[in-house]
């Protein structure tokens, strides 16, 4: 990850007692994995048994595969939002699409939006702009308090997406960066730290605004369109009622800003994050690699 300037790719970060917390427990639970549980073995044929490896990885495949939080944080927004007259209506996406959630807006107009975790995994690259979308959102819903949001949101948007977008030549619009964790004990906001004032109660959720990126509005490419403009918070309608309904304020939107050019026979792509005006990070002109097919 280049170095960043005054302004990080995401206000939040990782905070050094929440990881000190997460590394002293684990040390916990493993010294005294031996004695929890009914298995009934000497504390040697315990760990000789795989008995604990065993437990941890399915522990970590059901995490990994639980969408229920996720759903539910997805779902209390949406409702809020159409029980506020933000948005028309909503709805899953049926199992056969790439995509999780149809948002309509008002005129009819709809959202698509795509959930994904915390933007630093190969899934970050599985997505489809269905047709029927007039517009198309990421949504990353990080929900491991230990994970690093600046690297995540980097690697996410400069790795991972904005390569995907020239080399799929497949618009995304935007993208929010917005979870259950966000204003919690586990993740605290510093948007929340500077002005407690900014959070918005949804149930038992008191959440801080959503952290917004807005993409370019055509695909870059290297010899008839290299440096695309970036869409202007009003055309991408789902993301002005988000930044509406939470009260965000300008320096909550980041630009992302994406340029492509030819090194020899590879395309090859540089991402800057400009937010209220200022630079925040910029990457150097980097080759797309996709495999072959």
């Not at 684990?26 to 005294?32: H, I, N, P, V």
């Not at 008191?206 to 010899?223: A, E, G, M, N």
């Not at 202007?232 to 300008?250: I, R, S, T």
């Not at 630009?255 to 937010?275: D, F, N, P, Q």
Request: hydrophobic share 35%; net charge positive; with cysteine.
């Amino acid at each position: 990850m280049p170095r960043e300037r005054d302004v990080p790719v995401i206000y939040c970060r990782r905070e050094k007692e929440t990881g000190e917390a997460i590394t002293r427990f684990s040390k916990e639970l493993r010294d005294a994995a031996a004695g929890i549980g009914s298995h009934g073995l000497p504390e040697d044929e315990f760990w000789d048994s795989g008995l604990f490896h065993g437990a941890i990885e399915k522990l970590r495949g059901q995490q990994a595969a639980s969408m229920a939080d996720k759903r539910k944080f997805m779902s209390d927004i949406l409702n809020w939002l159409q029980d506020r007259g933000g948005i028309s209506a909503w709805k899953p996406a049926g199992s056969n699409d790439r995509h999780d959630y149809e948002v309509i807006l008002s005129e009819g107009r709809i959202c698509a939006i795509e959930t994904k975790g915390c933007l630093d995994g190969n899934n970050t690259n599985i997505y489809q702009r269905p047709p029927n979308a007039d517009e198309f959102v990421i949504w990353s819903l990080c929900q491991n308090p230990g994970a690093d949001p600046r690297k995540n949101a980097w690697s996410g948007i400069h790795t991972r997406l904005s390569a995907e977008i020239v080399h799929k030549r497949e618009l995304v619009d935007g993208l929010v960066i917005w979870d259950g964790l966000c204003g919690t004990i586990g993740r605290p906001c510093p948007k929340l730290k500077i002005d407690p004032g900014r959070i918005t109660a949804i149930g038992r959720r008191k959440l801080p605004p959503p952290c917004i990126y807005l993409f370019p509005r055509s695909v870059p490419d290297p010899r008839n369109n290299p440096a695309p403009r970036v869409h202007k918070l009003k055309e991408v309608q789902f993301l002005k009622v988000l930044y509406d309904a939470f009260g965000c304020k300008p320096d909550d939107i980041t630009e992302v800003k994406i340029e492509a050019s030819m090194k020899g026979t590879t395309v090859a792509r540089s991402t800057m994050l400009v937010r209220d005006g200022e630079t925040v990070v910029e990457s150097r002109m980097t080759p797309i690699r996709r495999a072959k097919t």
